[in-house]
């Protein structure tokens, strides 16, 4: 029997995290409904073949991809396969096309750090998907900080990873929309108590904690309206997985690697995919405890450096240079794709060092790539 929501999650720890989820989903009444799949690395432990088994005999089914499993199952989208690099959570795309090929409904991302709160987990991503006759959220800048909805302590202004930062000096009021008669929730970003998701400039400026979400179950956003999207609590319906590619990084760059930012660039682009159709952002339920696993912030900072770089480039890019314009959505991505490649590696700063535009191409091939391996599943 295929089931609604398909619960995606990489690791290289053992995810114990799932028994928390289990209890949750046993409290909530979803068995039946969910599925899970664990994408393992190369350091993933056996253990997490063991856990999914257990989970799996107590009722929630649960695959365990390891790297064999992986190497195998990707033969059949051998060219995207082999862009996914070993030792990276953009091996999460594999467990995205899987649920995809098993007829989920609801795709939920989330990281090995994020525990489920008391209420409900899948009810707070039930309504991605879903039609909205709310307001929805509208600012002069075209995005808006997620973090103003979080209680912290100490009380500092901070704002999400990836969100510009030649915004973040900027007080920019937002107002409310009427939403189209047609309009549903695409695509929802649940927040976080405990370690909010920040870049690594915000961490090293010092400890910040969340202690409560203080906003309402969903907040809606207008097209316009763009937020950075996390890959640690997100849903994402059907129809947009082609649009939720995990961008493949770790390309070399003088002085380090682009990394950390597949996620972030990937929301973006799903953003700039979703205009013109039905669908929108949210951002609200359900708010996931983030017990950060152990970071080095300048190590993290080496990592994220060349993301915080170009994140406001490429998103000003995205905004007012592509227009997407086919009706599907897996054209829509190749689309993408194409503009990724023919026109945006013309249009890097002058500032950049050509290692830019070259992975500006790749991310464009992986895009179409991406496009063509869940038409596969569609």
């Not at 028994?19 to 994408?39: A, C, F, H, M, P």
């Not at 989208?77 to 096309?97: A, H, K, M, Q, S």
């Amino acid at each position: 029997m295929r089931k609604p929501f398909h619960i995606v999650l990489t690791t290289i720890d053992t995810p114990r995290v799932l028994y928390d989820y289990l209890e949750n989903i046993n409290r909530s009444g979803y068995t039946g409904q969910v599925k899970i799949w664990i994408i393992g690395d190369t350091k993933t432990p056996a253990a997490a073949g063991t856990i999914a088994e257990d989970l799996t005999g107590r009722g929630l089914e649960t695959e365990y991809m390891d790297m064999a499993a992986q190497e195998s199952w990707g033969k059949g989208c051998i060219d995207f396969y082999r862009r996914l690099p070993v030792n990276n959570e953009t091996r999460r795309n594999i467990g995205f096309l899987k649920a995809l090929e098993a007829g989920c409904e609801i795709l939920i991302s989330i990281d090995d750090d994020n525990y489920p709160p008391e209420e409900s987990f899948i009810d707070g991503h039930a309504d991605t998907g879903k039609p909205w006759r709310g307001p929805m959220i509208e600012t002069g800048s075209g995005f808006h900080n997620t973090c103003r909805y979080l209680e912290l302590s100490p009380k500092r202004t901070v704002f999400p990873r990836g969100f510009p930062f030649r915004l973040r000096d900027a007080d920019d009021p937002s107002d409310m929309a009427l939403a189209e008669a047609d309009a549903r929730i695409g695509v929802k970003a649940g927040l976080w108590t405990g370690a909010p998701d920040l870049d690594a400039v915000t961490w090293l400026n010092g400890p910040v904690e969340s202690l409560s979400y203080v906003g309402k179950p969903a907040h809606v956003l207008s097209q316009n309206t763009w937020i950075p999207l996390s890959t640690q609590n997100l849903s994402v319906c059907r129809n947009l997985i082609p649009a939720c590619l995990c961008v493949p990084m770790g390309h070399d760059m003088p002085g380090g690697r682009l990394e950390r930012y597949g996620d972030v660039w990937g929301g973006y682009f799903l953003q700039a995919l979703i205009r013109g159709t039905c669908y929108h952002a949210a951002f609200g339920h359900p708010v996931t405890l983030h017990s950060r696993n152990p970071h080095d912030a300048l190590a993290d900072l080496r990592r994220e450096y060349w993301g915080m770089l170009l994140t406001d480039w490429l998103a000003d890019l995205l905004r007012h240079r592509f227009a997407p314009s086919a009706p599907a959505m897996t054209d829509r991505t190749r689309e993408l794709g194409d503009f990724l490649r023919d026109e945006a590696t013309a249009l890097v700063p002058d500032w950049c060092p050509p290692e830019v535009g070259v992975f500006m191409a790749i991310t464009g091939e992986n895009l179409r790539l991406w496009a063509d391996a869940c038409a596969l599943f569609l």
